[in-house]
């Protein structure tokens, strides 16, 4: 079955920038919808992006949006989040996550995720 791995995270400061990366393996992601979520600690998991399969809508929550750029490379198997002017509220583990026919922000819509990746934004 489709298997997701996250990479990227990392401590930062804040108003620094990390690029989170989705990598696919067994399984082209081509077809696939990847949403972003992430969980602090103590909280609920939230949606934080979603690109459809051919790269052409992005979504994004109201918190990120103008910060987080969501975009995929198919050619190379993965989907990234290129995140700037990073905050400490956006400390988190952050997971991708596979699903078909269109973009969620529910969790329970997707079949597959990754094991997450940890940031961290702090002085």
């Known amino acids: 079955q489709l298997q997701l791995v996250e990479s990227g995270g990392g401590l930062v400061q804040p108003g620094g920038s990390l690029r989170l990366s989705c990598a696919a393996s067994?399984?082209?992601?081509?077809?696939?919808?990847i949403g972003w979520f992430r969980q602090a600690p103590g909280k609920k998991r939230e949606p934080v992006s979603c690109?459809?399969?051919?790269?052409?809508?992005?979504n994004y929550a109201d918190s990120v949006k103008g910060r987080f750029t969501i975009s995929r490379d198919n050619a190379k198997n993965t989907v990234y989040l290129q995140m700037n002017s990073l905050k400490p509220e956006d400390t988190a583990v952050y997971y991708c996550?596979?699903?078909?026919?269109?973009?969620?922000?529910?969790?329970?819509?997707?079949?597959?995720w990754g094991q997450g990746t940890q940031v961290t934004v702090s002085s």
């Open positions: 067994r399984f082209t992601l081509d077809y696939y919808y």
């Open positions: 690109i459809t399969s051919g790269g052409g809508i992005t």
């Open positions: 996550a596979a699903k078909y026919y269109s973009c969620s922000g529910y969790g329970h819509e997707y079949g597959y």
